[in-house]
């Protein structure tokens, strides 16, 4: 069964630094768009990051920008989210999302993706 799992969530201080993966089986990452995107308690899901069908075009959020960078490893078939400077703010469960489109580029808009991972906690506190 065709399925994302996210990993590396964890409980760190702020100012530190993790590594969030998102690992698909039974289908290829490969030219897909790959979305993270996260919701704190209370809050609706927001999106903040993706990635080009090519991987030439990788889009973020002003609130992560600087601070996440995505990746990709095709022979593991993952996407991975490093994530440094973090703050209490970042604090929320962080997902992965799969986007079946042909579009050139990515958004990183909730409604426009198909598949999810179950999502990873982060917590961001002293």
């Known amino acids: 069964q065709p399925q994302l799992v996210e990993s590396g969530g964890g409980l760190v201080q702020p100012g530190g630094s993790l590594r969030l993966s998102c690992a698909a089986s039974?289908?290829?990452?490969?030219?897909?768009?790959v979305g993270w995107f996260r919701q704190a308690p209370g809050k609706e899901r927001e999106g903040f990051s993706c990635?080009?069908?090519?991987?030439?075009?990788?889009n973020y959020a002003e609130s992560v920008k600087g601070r996440f960078t995505m990746s990709t490893d095709k022979i593991k078939n993952t996407v991975y989210l490093q994530m440094n400077s973090l703050k209490p703010e970042d604090t929320a469960v962080y997902y992965c999302?799969?986007?079946?489109?042909?579009?050139?580029?990515?958004?990183?808009?909730?409604?426009?993706?198909?598949?999810w991972g179950q999502g990873t906690q982060v917590t961001v506190s002293s």
């Open positions: 999302a799969v986007e079946f489109s042909r579009r050139l580029g990515c958004r990183y808009e909730v409604h426009e993706f198909d598949r």
């Open positions: 039974g289908f290829t990452l490969d030219y897909q768009i």
């Open positions: 990635i080009s069908r090519t991987g030439g075009m990788k």
